[in-house]
């Protein structure tokens, strides 16, 4: 993403070539982006959409560079579940609503338990397909900790599947991606999934 300034507001400074962009799409659309209540609309969806790719300006992996080797013993499955989070999908930049649920069977270091949550966001907020978010964030983890075992499943509604196309509202797609142990090992699998609650 190109480097975004800041107005005397605070605020990022929206350039105009992207202003023109979303005029054209409300005009498009049938509307008349010169009315009261969509003169400012382009200005505030362009700086909605900073937020929602925030994911770019973020190097996931750094949040996973602290580590805790002294955790008292403890080498069993740590578990985050039913994270909640929003996407987009980089087809229809539809939104994507869900939960992940991340685990990992640590070897010799954990990690504060919120940068899970951290590496989530660092790549939910991006244009994305659900499969690649799932793949990254196991990766992540998997690459940075050097766990013993990395289970990722991820279960979101696809706003181009509900407000548009098929119209199939309430159906969730379902993902995961195992590594190490909980692939290898059928007992770890089963006992991280019913962690899970799956
Ligand atoms: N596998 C996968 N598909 C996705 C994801 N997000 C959206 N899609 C699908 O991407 C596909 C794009 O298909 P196209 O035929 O190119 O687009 P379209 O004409 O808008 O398709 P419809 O959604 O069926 O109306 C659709 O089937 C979407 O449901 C995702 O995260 N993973
Ligand atoms: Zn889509």
Redesign the pocket.
């Known amino acids: 993403m190109t480097k975004v300034e800041l107005g005397a507001d605070g605020k990022p400074v929206v350039p105009g070539p992207v202003l023109d962009a979303v005029r054209t799409l409300i005009e498009w659309a049938g509307d008349d982006p010169a009315r009261e209540g969509l003169v400012d609309t382009p200005r505030r969806v362009a700086r909605a959409w900073l937020e929602y790719c925030q994911g770019y300006e973020d190097d996931p992996a750094v949040h996973l560079s602290r580590t805790f080797e002294e955790v008292g013993g403890y080498d069993e499955i740590v578990l985050l579940r039913d994270i909640p989070f929003q996407s987009h999908?980089?087809?229809?930049m539809a939104p994507?609503t869900g939960k992940a649920s991340i685990a990992y069977l640590p070897r010799d270091r954990v990690v504060g338990i919120s940068k899970l949550a951290r590496v989530l966001n660092g790549f939910a907020r991006r244009l994305?397909?659900?499969?690649r978010l799932t793949a990254e964030v196991a990766k992540c983890i998997w690459d940075n900790l050097h766990p013993q075992g990395v289970a990722v499943v991820i279960d979101a509604q696809?706003g181009?599947?509900t407000g548009?196309?098929?119209r199939t509202p309430g159906v969730g797609?379902v993902t995961s991606r195992l590594l190490g142990c909980f692939l290898d090992d059928e007992r770890s699998r089963k006992e991280v999934l019913s962690l899970m609650g799956y």
């Open positions: 999908c980089e087809h229809h994507i994305q397909v659900q499969e696809h181009c599947m548009r196309g098929v797609m």
